[in-house]
């Protein structure tokens, strides 16, 4: 089973960028499907955006238009990208591989503040 982990989050300010990574421990070319999830403090883990090996990019309302996903098969590395940051966005971020996800990564803290 892919092992997935994602260094990086921190504090960033409203209007900003976060560039998140995940590393999977083997290959991700064969997982059709992988994607990111988040969970602020009180509410349940939603959906954020996901990728296909077909190209097929799905979003959550709250963060189309201004977030990027992409991944990477040959470093087995999979991106997100958010732009123009609000305070709602503040919350643990997961990778997750299949779109019923079988793995998770730990989780990394982002945290918007103004």
């Known amino acids: 089973q892919v092992q997935l982990q994602e260094p990086g989050g921190g504090l960033m300010q409203t209007g900003g960028s976060l560039r998140l990574s995940c590393a999977a421990s083997?290959?991700?070319?064969?997982?059709?499907?992988m994607g990111w999830y988040r969970q602020a403090p009180g509410k349940e883990r939603e959906f954020v955006a996901s990728?296909?090996?077909?190209?097929?990019?799905l979003f959550a309302d709250s963060v189309r238009g201004r977030t990027v996903i992409s991944k990477d098969n040959k470093n087995n590395i999979l991106l997100l990208e958010m732009h123009d940051l609000r305070l709602e966005d503040s919350a643990v971020y997961y990778c997750?591989?299949?779109?019923?996800?079988?793995?998770w990564g730990q989780g990394t803290q982002v945290t918007v503040s103004s």
């Open positions: 990728i296909t090996n077909g190209g097929r990019l």
């Open positions: 997750a591989a299949g779109e019923q996800p079988f793995s």
């Open positions: 083997g290959s991700i070319f064969s997982i059709n499907t």
